[in-house]
């Protein structure tokens, strides 16, 4: 069965911990993205792979770092440089370029508390 | 920076009145895509857009790009229940940008 797998669905931690947040995709993508939601606000990139150990900032990645060590796997590890990390993160991965349609995951909502 | 704008941010319809939503774009886009994601899930894509003037059908779903490629609207002809979600429309420019949604709900 193919797809994106994002866990856990919910998270909560405490303020100053650093998180990961696991993000696999077993469709054969090259690109991968993480993406932030917040009401209102629709959905904005983080981080995005379009190859194995390579990645690019997206628009809103100060407090974020990620890894691509697989074409599979994507982690998005929040840290408490974040301010606000309270949110509903998104993973998604594309064949070659975003000019593509995109496949999202399930999703995450972390909660900072 | 490029900006893709959504218009409206809600809407609140009766059961089998239409709806459309919006999206304008500072810059000229390479394509735009749209996407629709219902209550608590994910973003599921809907279709993609790319020639000027672009109209694309989809049963009750009505899609178009505009002549200059920077704006581009959904339609959706007597709606239903199971239409209630967000919709996002996503310009590429070099970079996909998502609008901010319209989300629809419907009155049965």
């Known amino acids: 069965d193919g797809g994106i797998t994002q866990s856990p669905k919910y998270l909560f931690r405490k303020e100053g911990q650093n998180v990961t947040l696991s993000c696999e995709q077993n469709l054969n993508h090259d690109a991968m993205y993480w993406y932030r939601q917040d009401p209102g606000q629709g959905l904005r990139l983080i981080y995005y792979s379009q190859i194995v150990n390579d990645f690019q900032k997206g628009d809103i990645a100060e407090g974020y770092s990620v890894s691509r060590e697989k074409k599979e796997s994507f982690p998005l590890t929040v840290t408490s440089a974040q301010k606000n990390p309270t949110a509903f993160y998104l993973c998604a991965s594309s064949f070659e370029g975003s000019y593509n349609e995109q496949f999202f995951g399930p999703g995450t909502r972390l909660t900072v508390l | 920076g490029q900006q893709v704008m959504q218009i409206p941010q809600y809407q609140h319809v009766q059961e089998g009145e239409d709806f459309t939503t919006y999206c304008n774009s500072s810059?000229?886009?390479?394509?735009i895509q749209w996407y629709k994601q219902r209550p608590g899930g994910h973003p599921v894509f809907l279709i993609q857009?790319?020639?000027?003037?672009e109209v694309k059908k989809q049963k009750r779903l009505t899609f178009q790009f505009g002549e200059a490629k920077k704006n581009s609207s959904l339609h959706i002809t007597a709606t239903q229940t199971t239409d209630v979600g967000t919709y996002f429309c996503?310009?590429?420019?070099?970079?996909?940008?998502f609008g901010q949604g319209t989300t629809l709900q419907v009155k049965p």
């Open positions: 857009l790319v020639k000027s003037g």
């Open positions: 996503a310009g590429h420019t070099g970079k996909l940008i």
């Open positions: 810059t000229t886009l390479s394509n």
